[in-house]
Structures are given as C-alpha cells and as structure tokens.
C-alpha cells in the first residue's frame, strides 16, 4: 500500500489545507513539532530552576534575581508542559498518528476530523498555558498537581488567581482533545486493520498504542471532571476541596465540609495512570526495535502483550502509593502497597523478554538501537527504587525529598524522552524520506545517557540525607549545607546535558533538508509501514527474522 493512497482525499489544497489537515502523517508531524516546542520551553524552565539553586542570588538576563514564588511557578509550569505537552502527546499524539494506520494496513485514521480537532484543541491548550506566564500575578505556584486549599483558594498566593484559572483551562482543554484522540486510536485499531491483520499480528507499537489509548480515555476523563470541581470551588462558591475553617490572609474562608484529600484520590487516579500513558508506547517501541536490531523474533510476543494489559489494567489500582503520608488507613496503606509490588511482576516480564530477544542476536548497534538499549537500562535504574517507596514505612521519610524526585525522573521522564528520541531515529526516513547523521546521533546518545544518569543518580543521595524537594533555595537551611557540592554537581552535569541536546535540534533540522535519502526500508524492518505498493493481505507476524527454511534473512508481513 503506498503512502499516496492513504492520504486524506477530504484534505483541501493549499496552506490553510496543509495547516488545518484531517491526514494522519500531517497531524503526526504537526503534533511532533508541536511536543519539540513544549520540550524546548519546558527544558529552560529546569535550566532557571537549576542554576537557581546553586546560585540564588544571581541576577540573570531578562530575569533579574530568582524570588521563592518564581521557583515555585517554573517548577509548576516545568512539570505540566513536559508531562502533558511532551511525555503525552509525542509518543501518542506525533508518532501513534503518524505510524499506527501505517503499521495496522489502514488509509487513514478511523476519524480524520476527530484527529484534526484533538491537535487543535491540544495547540489551544498549550498557548492557554504559556499565556499563564504573562497575566497579573504570574503562572501558577502550587506545583504540577495542584493540592488544595492552596490551587482552590485565588488570593492564596501569586500566580493563584488568572494564572491558576489559566493552568484550569488548559488542562480542561488538553483532557478534552486526549479523550479525542484516545476514542480514534481506540476504534482505529478495532476495525480498521488490514485483511489478515489480526490481532495478535499486531506490532507491539500498536498494541502499546492501544493500550494506551484505552488509559487515556479511562484516566483523563477522570482528571476534567476534577478540574471542573476544582474551578467551582475557586468561582461557584462550592466547597468540594475546601474545608472548614481555612484561615487566608487572616480571614476565614466561607466554606465548609470540602476534602482536600478528594483532590488528591481524584488526582492520582489520574496521576498514576498517566505514568504508563508516557512510558508504554516505549515499552512498545524498545521490544520493536530490539527485535528488528538483533534480527531475532521478540522473544515471548504474548507474553509482552498480556504484560502491557497487566500493567494498564494494575495502573489504575495503585494510587493510593501517592498519599502514604496523607494520613490513610494503614490496610488501605498495605492494599496500595501490596498491589505496588505486583505491578512489578509484568514490568520484570517485559525486561527479561528485552534481555531474551537480544541473547545471541545478531545486534547492529544503530542509533536507534543504542537508544532502545538506554531506555531497557533507565527504565530498569528508575525502576529498583519503585519497591522501595511502595513501603509506607520507607515513604514517609522519602516521599518528600529528591528521592522521589530522581524515581519518577528516570523511571518516567528520562526513559520516555530516551524512546522519543529512539522513535525519533528510527522513523525519520519514513517521515522525511531523509537519514539522519549517525556520527551526530552517537554523540547525542552518549551526552543524553551519560548525562541523565549524573543529574539524577546523585538525587537518590539527596534524598536519604534528607534534602526535601521544592525549596528554592539552600541558603537559610544550615543542616542542607554539606549537600550544596553535590547540587553543585547536578546542576552542572543538567547543564551540559541540556547543551548537549543542541547536537540533536542540528541533526533534526539540517537533516529535513539536507540528510542522505532514505531507501524505501533502510532498516530491513518487517512491518506494513516500510512495505511498498502492496494492498495483499497481511500473512505473517510483524518479527519474522531468520526464519529456518525462509528465502530471505526477514520476512515482510505481506509476504507469502
């Protein structure tokens, strides 16, 4: 099936055409571009973050001297843009839309006008985000998960009136065009899928897509309705958060009878979930990726599948890990913990299946596989510290300190960002028609692994000496004082890391335009998206390489 025949026929020409384009190679590009703007925005905000903390009393260009309450509004607003606006929409939103139908035999997504409006909505959400920074009282200042009273409260601090409603509406807006998308995801893989296609000819980047799509729709539909909530109780006169008696500025606030833990239950029933909304389309890709470098089927296709339902369905059970210090009921501490732990168990499925697939392969280490082999060796790094808060007793010394800060880190950010840039490698002689640069690609592999493990492998030690998470400053806390070298530290190798992403922004641009054209499967890989001019039906499973008996090293899915 060639790409002509699946672009968008009700797409009109020109560039209103182009801009507002119902094809799905479009609306991947659109949204890739679109995550690479919030990354970069997102990146300076913990690059201010970061030399802050070292050096709290320089004044910076444009900036001037960094106050307590501007930390705490780049911290909230780092933390939304990277997770809502990168670790969601590039690997769902840029490369689910640009290569699902591709890999599944499809023309076009299941509905292109859905697609169309979930990244437009998705734009407007994040302009309405970015516009936080300019109004009256600056962005938002309680932090990416917005607890109450603090978030329900507007005279409750700076950035707690427009620039809190802003961080509302952009959110509200971004649940809306997730639930979009999720639903064409959703019924894109049920019924538009190629003759032959079954489903458990399914690439695993389907299935990862899938799954994901089906947390999304179950996960953010919970987050609007708590949002919606929480903007009554600020604007309404509600009190679902709000308890009685909350003293602001010396008076006493009107409400009576709200739950500040409401907020969190709601959240964190979001929050979790949207751990394995970012990290599962990697999970997907790395088994793709592994298989197609070492030549070798995936080792146990199955048991990867019911390993990444095992974890969406136990996704949505282990909330609770996030309130161990919220005062819970110790068995309802046990349950979250027990059911914590188990979610280990298809997690290590899934690492000794990567390790399996790779066994006496035939390894090429390409740009794209040295990224896949990052993500195996963070998400398992990030990983080892996750059993050790899932013990109360543990938590409650950790969970507020940069131990949590280097787990969710490594286990959520860096590994998800490692499969972007995997993804990314890999599928750009598809989306380009271009190469691009291995030498560069190298090195940007080495300053992104090296680096991310000096930035946060220091913070598990912060954290057990008790450094707590979201002070911005050291200065006035003599007992944090032997730990400013190691902050010192951090913040430099966070600061060569950063610079190091130049290499990659380089390699992106100037290779669109000027990198080495692309064969029509440069990779040699077995799936639809690399199969040229073919509308047979689909015959085999997405990783048949070194096939005893077969006439070739792999077999595309549409052979015979």
């Given at each position: ?27 991947g ?17 913990s ?10 009393d ?65 734009v ?88 994901t ?73 790395t ?21 990444m ?34 979610i ?14 790779l ?40 969970h ?16 998800a ?93 100037w ?50």
């Amino acid at each position: 099936m060639t790409d002509s025949s699946r672009t968008d026929r009700g797409t009109t020409s020109g560039i209103l055409g182009r801009i507002f384009s119902r094809d799905h190679k479009v609306i991947g590009l659109q949204y890739f571009f679109l995550s690479l703007a919030a990354a970069l925005v997102g990146v300076a905000l913990s690059a201010l973050m970061r030399f802050h903390l070292v050096w709290p009393d320089a004044s910076l260009p444009f900036f001037g001297a960094i106050k307590p309450e501007q930390y705490l509004s780049l911290l909230t607003m780092h933390g939304t843009l990277m997770i809502f606006f990168v670790l969601t929409t590039a690997p769902q939103g840029a490369f689910g839309n640009y290569c699902l139908p591709l890999q599944i035999g499809a023309r076009e997504m299941a509905f292109p006008r859905l697609n169309m409006l979930s990244f437009w909505f998705t734009v407007l959400a994040f302009l309405v985000l970015l516009s936080a920074f300019v109004v009256s009282g600056g962005a938002p200042i309680s932090g990416w998960t917005h607890y109450p009273p603090l978030s329900a409260v507007a005279s409750a601090g700076p950035g707690q009136g427009m620039g809190m409603d802003l961080w509302i509406a952009s959110i509200g807006l971004f649940c809306f065009a997730s639930v979009l998308g999720s639903i064409n995801f959703i019924v894109t893989v049920l019924d538009r899928r190629a003759p032959g296609m079954t489903m458990m000819r399914l690439p695993l980047t389907v299935w990862a897509w899938f799954i994901t799509a089906i947390l999304s729709l179950l996960a953010f539909t919970v987050l609007h309705a708590a949002i919606v909530l929480l903007f009554m109780d600020r604007h309404a006169g509600t009190s679902f958060f709000i308890p009685e008696g909350v003293v602001v500025n010396g008076s006493v606030l009107q409400h009576s009878g709200g739950s500040p833990l409401l907020w969190q239950h709601l959240f964190w029933f979001f929050g979790h979930p949207e751990v394995y909304i970012a990290i599962l389309p990697g999970m997907g890709l790395t088994s793709h990726l592994l298989s197609t470098f070492a030549r070798k089927p995936v080792f146990g296709y199955r048991a990867m599948v019911y390993a990444m339902m095992a974890i969406g369905a136990l996704g949505f059970m282990v909330w609770g890990h996030h309130m161990f210090v919220s005062g819970m009921n110790p068995f309802a501490a046990f349950a979250f913990s027990v059911l914590t732990m188990v979610i280990g168990v298809p997690s290590a499925i899934k690492t000794f299946n990567w390790l399996g697939t790779l066994w006496r392969g035939s390894i090429r280490l390409t740009v794209p596989m040295m990224f896949a082999i990052g993500f195996v060796s963070v998400f398992v790094t990030g990983g080892l510290s996750g059993p050790i808060l899932a013990q109360p007793a543990l938590d409650t010394y950790l969970h507020d300190t940069y131990f949590v800060v280097a787990h969710f880190h490594l286990i959520m950010g860096v590994a998800a960002v490692i499969a972007i840039f995997a993804a990314t490698y890999f599928w750009f002689p598809k989306m380009f028609g271009r190469h691009m640069n291995s030498t560069l690609g190298y090195a940007h592999f080495w300053f992104t692994f090296v680096g991310a493990y000096a930035v946060f492998l220091p913070m598990h030690f912060l954290g057990m000496a008790g450094h707590p998470r979201r002070y911005s400053q050291l200065t006035e806390v003599h007992y944090l004082q032997p730990l400013l070298p190691l902050q010192r530290f951090i913040t430099w190798a966070a600061l060569v890391t950063i610079a190091g992403q130049v290499i990659f922004l380089f390699n992106l641009f100037w290779s669109i335009w000027r990198g080495r054209t692309a064969e029509p499967n440069p990779w040699e890989a077995t799936t639809l998206e690399w199969s040229q001019g073919q509308d047979s039906p689909v015959m085999r499973g997405p990783y048949e390489f070194n096939v005893p008996g077969a006439k070739a090293e792999f077999l595309m899915q549409q052979e015979e």
